[in-house]
């Protein structure tokens, strides 16, 4: 899939897996590195080999296709946008999970804020400039978003990436809405990113 992209540079990082992806990378073409674990740290670790002008994050349960891709292309072309992100779908088939992409699209296109599973892409030098994601066990997607949207223009395509619908599966669509919910409001009201950590972890 990743071969099929015809990006200009891909590189994968492994947090210290237990599952064999490390035997898989290394069998693999792909350059891939280890970091230490967690979402922000590893993706800085990538960024920080990259040699692109654009960045673009791809989380291992969302899949992004070619046309999205190239869309991503075609919108940093203008010296205007300094990043973006992509509608999200869910890869289950319940009607449910067609809602939930529906409000998760709307509230981002409202707030100009995204997340991971909506596969951020930002200009090189602006990310240097943010000083990349804060190295924090959760909301990094979110607090990185916030501060590229006051570092000038974003675009939200209406081009879709796939994300993975397991923990709603796993954990049932109501409790994680709930916990969803429940992250973000302690998020706004200023509880530390440590500390929700924790609660996602005692969720899960």
């Given at each position: 899939m ?15 897996s237990t ?12 350059k891939?590195?280890k970091?230490?674990p967690?979402?922000a740290?590893?993706?800085?670790s ?5 040699k ?15 046309t ?5 292309r ?11 992100r ?14 939930i ?13 995204s ?10 030098d ?11 066990p ?10 590229l ?9 209406r081009d ?9 599966e796993q954990?049932?669509?109501l ?9 973000r409001?302690y998020?706004w ?16």
């Open positions: 990743l071969t099929a992209l015809n990006a200009d540079e891909v590189m994968l990082v492994d947090g210290g599952d064999g992806s490390d035997l898989l990378l290394s069998a693999s073409s792909f891939w590195i970091s230490r967690g979402r740290v590893q993706m800085n990538g960024a920080a080999l990259c692109s002008d654009i960045l673009l994050f791809l989380h291992a349960d969302t899949e992004i296709t070619r999205a891709l190239d869309a991503a075609s919108a940093m072309s203008s010296s205007e946008i300094v990043g973006g992509f509608d999200v779908e869910l890869s289950g088939d319940r009607p449910v999970f067609d809602l992409a529906f409000m998760i699209n709307l509230r981002s296109r409202l707030s100009g804020i997340t991971g599973d909506q596969c951020q892409f930002v200009r090189r602006v990310f240097e400039q943010l000083g990349g994601f804060a190295e924090q959760l909301m990094e997607d979110v607090d990185f978003s916030k501060r949207k006051r570092a000038g223009r974003i675009i939200c395509l879709k990436v796939t994300t993975s619908s397991r923990r709603w954990h049932g669509v409790k994680t809405i709930l916990l969803m919910w429940k992250l409001l998020y009201l200023g509880i530390s990113p440590e500390r929700l950590g924790a609660i996602y972890r005692d969720a899960r």
